[in-house]
């Protein structure tokens, strides 16, 4: 069997499969898309990252490849039963259409761009916005640890994933504390402080 590829950068999605794949334990090589003169369009016709040559399973799209690497290699990160992986899918799909899209706009402008490129009112508008689903996720974590078993899954790891944007990109999130303590747990996971700091 060949070694997993993972295609990207670590500042960007690719840092969700990185994460997965530090926290399964698995051996895989991190290639920028454009190391040793390969034409990423052939891994990914629409040249975004991440994707992952698995033994020759390619596969773009973050979220898909953190639900193929959890369910092929399982462990406690797993859904261990259909009722689990229901609720997990529910939150990455979740996070990606109510919260992902914003987030990013907010940290481009106040964060990413060039300081003359940014849109103040933009940002201030994306916060606004981000305040309902932060208020559901808070409320959902007022009793719990984690988003859906009693134990760490890949609904944490993907939910966090898209919320650390939220994070960077300076939001206030006081009014959040269940939210807060739970994305502190999150960040704090080893194979996620080991990824960062490679």
Known sequence: MSRLQIFGATRSRTLRALWLAEELGLDYHQRQKDET?????????????????????????????????????????????????????????????????TALSVLFNRVLRPEEERD??????????????????NDALADRQWLVADRFTIADLNVAAVLSWVKLAQV???????????????????????ILKS
């Open 37 to 101: 003169g390969l034409d990423y369009l052939t891994v990914n016709p629409a040249g975004k990252v991440p994707s992952i040559d698995d033994d020759g399973l390619v596969l773009s799209e973050s979220m898909a490849i953190n639900m193929y690497l959890v369910k092929k290699h399982g462990g406690d990160l797993a859904p261990r039963d259909l009722a689990e992986e229901a609720m997990i899918l529910q939150w990455t799909f979740w996070a990606v259409t109510e919260v992902e899209s």
């Open 172 to 194: 206030d999130l006081g009014a959040f504390p269940n939210l807060t303590a739970w994305l502190g747990r999150c960040m704090a996971r080893p194979a996620l402080v080991k």
């Open 120 to 137: 103040a009112n933009l940002a201030d508008q994306g916060v606004g916005t981000l305040q309902k689903p932060l208020g559901i996720l």
